[in-house]
């Protein structure tokens, strides 16, 4: 985890440590500065990260502010880093389905920028929050970037263990949604009716060099997930 990201944790513990209410003014920029012993650059980097996850508001020549939190219990679309974050509250357990390394397909390799003989893991798991069918989560990263996975990584937070044990940097993802119709084997693995609706999304995520390495698809048992966005920047 780099200096930024660390300060912007260390900021966002504090918020909810102190239960601080909307339009709670935080210190300035100059005292997070003496506050954490970092340049001024590293804070502006780490009030960034919090700015676009909805957790703080700037308000030039008046100060930072935090942000109303999203309602318990709701998943961050505009997050990068994977749901657990979101839902460190509940309960998430997972199923494996699948933990394999192959060759990639077409659809892969045009995801993922990557030739048919570059070896990908391929992760397919159900995700459960309280007990309860949560999402039927399948993922397929280069195994250049990503070299090793099993089964007790997979049992966590994937991207909590990229992050700390392999220091990778994710940088962006791009988000693609659909409402669709289940078939007979994910009504099975989501305990649904079958052709039920759910929301399936697709997901590439980047380091932070611009690099694709994680290429996932995601379908959302209806019953018991819940989305949030926020919008930042609005002009006239």
Not at 5 to 19: C, G, M, P, R, V
Request: charged share 25%.
């Amino acid at each position: 985890m780099l200096k930024y990201q660390e300060i912007a944790l260390k900021i966002e513990k504090k918020i909810h440590f102190e239960n601080l209410a909307q339009g709670s003014r935080l210190p300035s920029l100059g005292e997070l500065i003496t506050q954490y012993q970092v340049s001024k650059s590293t804070i502006v980097k780490s009030l960034a990260i919090l700015e676009n996850r909805g957790i703080i508001f700037q308000v030039q020549g008046s100060g930072i502010f935090v942000r109303k939190r999203k309602r318990k219990g709701y998943i961050n679309f505009m997050e990068n880093q994977g749901f657990t974050h979101d839902l460190e509250e509940f309960n998430l357990t997972s199923t494996i389905l699948n933990l394999e390394i192959i060759y990639p397909n077409e659809e892969i390799m045009n995801n993922l920028n990557c030739s048919a003989n570059e070896e990908v893991y391929w992760v397919k798991r159900i995700r459960y929050i309280n007990g309860q069918t949560l999402c039927v989560e399948e993922s397929y990263y280069k195994k250049e970037i990503v070299p090793y996975l099993n089964k007790e990584i997979l049992n966590d937070s994937i991207f909590e263990y990229l992050q700390n044990a392999l220091n990778i940097n994710i940088g962006f993802s791009d988000k693609y949604l659909k409402v669709g119709k289940i078939n007979t084997e994910l009504a099975a693995q989501l305990q649904l009716p079958d052709k039920s609706p759910a929301l399936f999304v697709e997901e590439l995520f980047y380091l932070n060099t611009g690099e694709p390495f994680d290429f996932s698809k995601t379908i959302y048992n209806y019953e018991h997930s819940q989305f949030f966005l926020q919008g930042s920047n609005a002009k006239n």
